[in-house]
C-alpha cells in the first residue's frame, strides 16, 4: 500500500512547482511573446516546447500500448501494473499537451480550426484527429478499470481501440517528421516505426521507474504479483526494448555519417557533442547491460537506474532529432551560418519542468483517488 | 485562368535590393523579415573567392509543400490565378508550413526582432498586429494574408495578389513599360532597375515570361523537391547563380 504521507508531500511539492513554474511562463510569455523562446526565422521553427510536447504525448502512447498489451494478452499477472500505465498516460497527456498549447500562436483557435478543415493531405491533421480519438479511449478505459477489482468484460475491447489509437498517434507522429524529404536528416521511410519503438521503451522505462517509485524503491514493500513481474518478464521485456531502439539509433547514426546529403552533416556535429554520447552510452547501452545480467536485471537499484537513464537517453534523442533536423539552413547565404546555434531559452527549460511538475501533480492525484497499486494478491 | 509566374534574370541582377525595399514598403515588412530577399553569399577559398547573389521571394510553388502540410488549410493555392496564399483568420501557428517549405521564404514575427532596435517597440500597435507603421500599404486582407502581420500567424509573399489580381483579364505579360498595365505590377518587378524580373501567365503561350524560360533555358530551385516553382531563373555566367548546395563546407 502507498505511503499516504509521502505521496501528500510529493503531490504538494508538484503543485507548488506548478504554480512557480507556470506564472514564470506566463509572465514570460505575457511581457515578450514568442520572442520568450530561442527560435528564429533563420532556420529553427520547433524548438524545445516541441521537443518537450513530442516527448511526453510520445511516452503516454507508449504508456498506453503497454497497458493495453496486458490488457488484452497480459493476463492477471500483469494486472499490478496496467492501471499505473493507464494513468502515467493520462498524466503525460496532460503535461505534453498544455505546453502544445503555450507554443502555438493561436491554441484555441485549433481546437476548431484543425477538426473542421478535413484537410488529409496534411500528417497534422491526422495526428490531430488520432489524439482525439486516443484521449476518448483512454478516459473511457481509464474510466472503466477505475475502481479495484476484475477487469470488466469492456475492457479487452477498450484495449485493442486504445492500442490502435495509440499506434495511429505515435506512427503519424513519426509521418509528420519522416515525410519532410526536403529534410533528409527527418525523412525516412522507418521513422514511423522508429517512432511506435521508441514509445514502447519509453513507456517501459516510466512502467519501471514509477511503479519503484510508489513503493519507496524497495520490492519488499510489493505487492507479490508486482514483484513478480519486475522480477519475471518485464526485464527482459526492457532489454529487449533498448536493444531494439538502439538499433534503430545506431543505423541511423551509421547512415548520417556516411551520406554526403546536404543537411545530414548535422550527424558530425552530433557524433561530436557529449549528449550524444550520453544518449548512446550511458543512456542505452548501460541499461542494456544491467538487463542482460541475470543478477541485476530483477535488482531493484539497478531496475531503477537503467530506467531511469533510459528516461533520459529518450529525452536527448528527442532533442537532437527535432533540433538536429533543422540545424542546416535551407540556403547557404551570409546570413546564416553553416550550422545553426541553438540553445533553450529560460523560459522554454521552465516549460519542461512546469509539464513534469503538472504530470506529477495529475499522477499522484490518481495514485492517491485510483489506487493504482491495486492487484489481487496472488 | 493565368497561373502568374515570375522570371527572374540573374545575370541582370547587381543585387542592389531595391526589391527588397519595395516589398517592405509594399507590404509592410519588419526590418529583416523579407518576404523578397537577396541572399549573399561566398564561393571557393582566397584567393579565388567570388561573391555571390541571389534574390528570392515565395516561389508560388505548383505542387506547394507549405499547402498539403498545413493542418487548418489556412495556406492554400488560388485556384484563380496560382497565387498561394494564407488566410490568417485561420492560421494557427504551428509553423508546420516553415518547416516544410524548402526554401525558407515564410516568417513567423513574434520572435526576437532581426534588426535592433525592435521597431515594434517603436510603433506599438493597438490591436492583435505587429505594429503599427507611420506609413500602411491601401490594403489589408487578413483572408489572403495581405496587410500588416498579426501576432501568432506565419506570414510570406503573396506575389502582390493585391495589385495583379486586379489587372485585366487575358493579359500575358504585366510590365512596368505598358502604362496601362503598371499599376497591377508587383512591387519588386515595377522597381527592379536593371530589369531583372519579369512577371506573366505561364498558361500563356504568347507570354514573354515563357519565352524567356523556353529560349534562355529558365531553371526552378531545387526541382528534387517535386514542388515546381512559379519563379524561373535564367542563371548563365556573370556573377549571380542558382546556389546548388545549402552547405560551403565538405564533408571531411
Ligand atoms: S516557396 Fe515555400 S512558401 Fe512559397 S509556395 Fe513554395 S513551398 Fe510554399
Ligand atoms: S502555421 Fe498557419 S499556415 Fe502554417 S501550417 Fe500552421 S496553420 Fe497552416
Redesign the pocket.
Known amino acids: 500500500m502507498i505511503n499516504t504521507s509521502k505521496s501528500n508531500l510529493v503531490f504538494i511539492v508538484a503543485i507548488i512547482g506548478l504554480i512557480v513554474t507556470a506564472a514564470l511562463v506566463l509572465f514570460n510569455l505575457v511581457s515578450q511573446g514568442h520572442a520568450a523562446f530561442n527560435g528564429s526565422n533563420l532556420g529553427l521553427h520547433w524548438t524545445f516546447p516541441i521537443v518537450v510536447y513530442d516527448y511526453f504525448l510520445l511516452t503516454s502512447t507508449g504508456l498506453a500500448m503497454i497497458a493495453s498489451l496486458m490488457l488484452i494478452f497480459g493476463g492477471a499477472h500483469c494486472q499490478p501494473l496496467v492501471r499505473r500505465c493507464l494513468w502515467l498516460a493520462v498524466a503525460g497527456l496532460v503535461g505534453g499537451v498544455s505546453v502544445l498549447a503555450l507554443e502555438l500562436g493561436y491554441p484555441v483557435r485549433a481546437i476548431w480550426a484543425i477538426p473542421t478543415s478535413f484537410a488529409v493531405t496534411s500528417p497534422l491533421w491526422w495526428k490531430v484527429m488520432f489524439v482525439i480519438a486516443y484521449v476518448v479511449v483512454l478516459l473511457i478505459t481509464v474510466n472503466l478499470l477505475r475502481k479495484p477489482g476484475e477487469w470488466p468484460a469492456a475492457a479487452r475491447t477498450s484495449a485493442i481501440l486504445l492500442l490502435l489509437a495509440a499506434l495511429g498517434v505515435t506512427g503519424i507522429a513519426g509521418v509528420v517528421y519522416g515525410s519532410m524529404t526536403m529534410r533528409p536528416f527527418w525523412s525516412s521511410g522507418d521513422v514511423p516505426v522508429a517512432f511506435i519503438f521508441e514509445s514502447l521503451l519509453g513507456g517501459l522505462a516510466f512502467a519501471i521507474f514509477f511503479s519503484y517509485l510508489a513503493h519507496g524503491f524497495s520490492q519488499e514493500r510489493m505487492s507479490a504479483p508486482l514483484r513478480d513481474v519486475l522480477t519475471g518478464m518485464l526485464p527482459k521485456v526492457f532489454a529487449l526494448a533498448i536493444f531494439v531502439h538502439l538499433m534503430f539509433v545506431g543505423a541511423r547514426a551509421l547512415i548520417g555519417l556516411y551520406s554526403n546529403a546536404e543537411g545530414l552533416q548535422v550527424w558530425q556535429y552530433l557524433a561530436g557533442t557529449s549528449l550524444f554520447h550520453i544518449e548512446l552510452w550511458a543512456g542505452l547501452v548501460l541499461p542494456l547491460l544491467l538487463m542482460l545480467s541475470p543478477g541485476l536485471r530483477s535488482n531493484a537499484g539497478s531496475q531503477t537506474l537503467a530506467a531511469l537513464l533510459v528516461m533520459i537517453s529518450l529525452f536527448i534523442a528527442r532533442y537532437d532529432y527535432i533540433i538536429g533536423g533543422q540545424l542546416v539552413p535551407m540556403f547557404k547565404g551570409a546570413w546564416a551560418p553553416e550550422l545553426l546555434s541553438y540553445a533553450p531559452s529560460f523560459t522554454e527549460w521552465m516549460l519542461l519542468l512546469m509539464a513534469i511538475f503538472l504530470a506529477n501533480a495529475i499522477y499522484v492525484w490518481g495514485e492517491k483517488k485510483f489506487d493504482l497499486s491495486w492487484c489481487k494478491q496472488a | 485562368m493565368a497561373k502568374w509566374g515570375m522570371v527572374i534574370d540573374l545575370d541582370k541582377c547587381t543585387g542592389c535590393q531595391a526589391c527588397t525595399t519595395a516589398c517592405a514598403m509594399e507590404n509592410n515588412r519588419l526590418p529583416g523579415e523579407n518576404w523578397q530577399d537577396v541572399l549573399f553569399y561566398t564561393e571557393g577559398t582566397y584567393p579565388n573567392v567570388s561573391m555571390k547573389w541571389f534574390p528570392r521571394p515565395?516561389?508560388?510553388?505548383e505542387n506547394?509543400?507549405?499547402?498539403s502540410v498545413c493542418p487548418t488549410r489556412a495556406t492554400y493555392k488560388d485556384p484563380e490565378g496560382g497565387f498561394?496564399l494564407i488566410d490568417w483568420n485561420k492560421c494557427i501557428g504551428c509553423k508546420y508550413?516553415q518547416v516544410a517549405?524548402?526554401?525558407g521564404?515564410?516568417f513567423f514575427t513574434d520572435e526576437k526582432a532581426v534588426v535592433q532596435p525592435d521597431i515594434r517597440d517603436v510603433f506599438p500597435a493597438k490591436d492583435d498586429r505587429q505594429w503599427d507603421p507611420p506609413y500602411k500599404g491601401p490594403q489589408d486582407d487578413p483572408s489572403r494574408g495581405i496587410g500588416i502581420q498579426p501576432h501568432g500567424v506565419v506570414s510570406?509573399c503573396t506575389f502582390c495578389y493585391h495589385k495583379v489580381s486586379k489587372a485585366p483579364e487575358g493579359v500575358a505579360d504585366l510590365d512596368e513599360d505598358i502604362p496601362e498595365l503598371k499599376e497591377y505590377v508587383p512591387g519588386c518587378v515595377r522597381v527592379c532597375a536593371p530589369k531583372a524580373r519579369f512577371f506573366g501567365d505561364l498558361d500563356n503561350p504568347e507570354s514573354y515570361v515563357n519565352k524567356l524560360i523556353a529560349d534562355k533555358r529558365g531553371v526552378r530551385l531545387k526541382e528534387e523537391t517535386g514542388?515546381k516553382?512559379q519563379v524561373y531563373y535564367l542563371s548563365g555566367g556573370a556573377a549571380a547563380a542558382v546556389p546548388g548546395l545549402r552547405s560551403m563546407k565538405d564533408k571531411s
Open positions: 515565395c516561389f508560388h510553388c506547394p509543400s507549405c499547402v498561394v508550413c517549405c524548402p526554401y521564404v515564410r510570406k514542388n516553382p
